[in-house]
């Protein structure tokens, strides 16, 4: 069976959702070999977890400039691991810093660069949302297929790997050709879910009129156990940070659960949200867009729905 690299995600000592989901994903066009780069002792704190969804190999790439620089030292390891294994394709996760290691990789090996992906199937097809999520389509690359893969998109399913360890020595990093790390801050995110990690995610609009009223949306989040998320809109109106922001020049999520709270539905933001498995609206509006696309809709008062609703899942709880 043909080889499929699938570039690890982790951060913190701790692997991220989107490598499970992106092994998940490899699947479909061969046998995952996941690719460890990082700082010497990494990957063997990995090795179970990745076995456990079907990586076959675990190619550990460490050292000390892998730990110290961003982006480049991927790049080199991947770029490394083409020429050497000649794999069927490369998997990498759509963060920000996946979808520039992708797109380096695709110039540094003449590869064709699939972006943002949905789904992937097993006769190389890849399915894609485009246009804001107008239309969904299926690409297929010429040469060897990068695809990076939206976070939540591939739902991860566990499967048998042998994760046998094979090092892969990097090469020194050209220090005037790379950024160094000169510092590290942990982002303050409290108790809650990361947003592209959560699998339930309660979101605001411009419809909860200000940053006070924006506790009817953290609360129902919390009686959830799910991350909270913002609109465009409540964004620039100061109602959330921008950490939060939802949509196609913000955050894309796609959680098992999307609830929208005084959301209108623009392009924008459903560009961010739509492939959500199932999606709640609540909004006055009877003509919001976000109705278009929501499994189950709710016209009335945000703040008449939201607590009632927050109040019954507590009751359910305890």
């Known amino acids: 069976m043909a080889e499929v690299l699938v570039l690890v995600d982790h951060l913190n000592g701790e692997l ?5 989901e992106a092994l998940t994903a490899a699947r479909e066009l061969g046998e995952p070999s996941a690719v460890v780069v990082g700082a010497p002792g990494t990957a063997g704190k990995f090795k179970e977890q990745l076995g456990s969804y079907g990586a076959a190999k675990v190619y550990v790439a ?8 961003l982006v480049t030292p991927k790049v080199d390891a991947l770029a490394k691991l083409v020429e050497q294994a000649s794999p069927a394709a490369v998997i990498v996760t759509a963060s920000a810093e996946g979808k520039e290691v992708s797109g380096r990789l695709a110039i540094r090996v003449g590869g064709g660069l699939v972006y943002d992906a949905v789904g992937v199937n097993s006769d190389g097809t890849v399915e894609q949302s485009v246009f804001g999520g107008a239309y969904s389509v299926k690409s297929k690359a010429k040469g060897l297929p990068i695809i990076s893969v939206r976070p939540g998109a591939v739902e991860a399913a566990q499967a048998e790997g042998a994760a046998a360890e094979e090092s892969v020595e990097l090469p020194a990093v050209d220090a005037a050709k790379a950024a160094k790390i000169t510092g590290v801050e942990p982002v303050v995110g409290g108790d809650r879910p990361e947003l592209t990690e959560a699998t339930i995610v309660v979101s605001g609009g411009r419809g909860v009129g200000s940053a006070e009223k924006f506790e009817v949306v953290e609360k129902l989040a919390d009686s959830l156990g799910a991350a909270v998320g ?18 196609q020049t913000g955050k894309t999520v796609s959680p098992q659960l999307y609830v929208a709270l005084g959301i209108s539905g623009a392009i924008q933001h459903r560009a961010g949200m739509q492939t959500s498995k199932t999606i709640v609206a609540v909004n006055k509006d009877p003509e919001a867009p976000i109705f278009e696309i929501a499994d189950f809709g709710v016209v009335g008062d945000l703040f008449n729905v939201a607590p009632q609703l927050t109040d019954e899942v507590t009751k359910r709880k305890s």
Not at 62 to 69: H, I
């Open 16 to 20: 991220k959702k989107t490598t499970f």
């Open 62 to 69: 460490e050292s000390e400039d892998a730990a110290n620089y």
């Open 230 to 247: 913002a609109s465009r809109a409540a964004v620039d109106s100061g109602y959330y940070p921008a950490q939060f922001q939802v949509g």
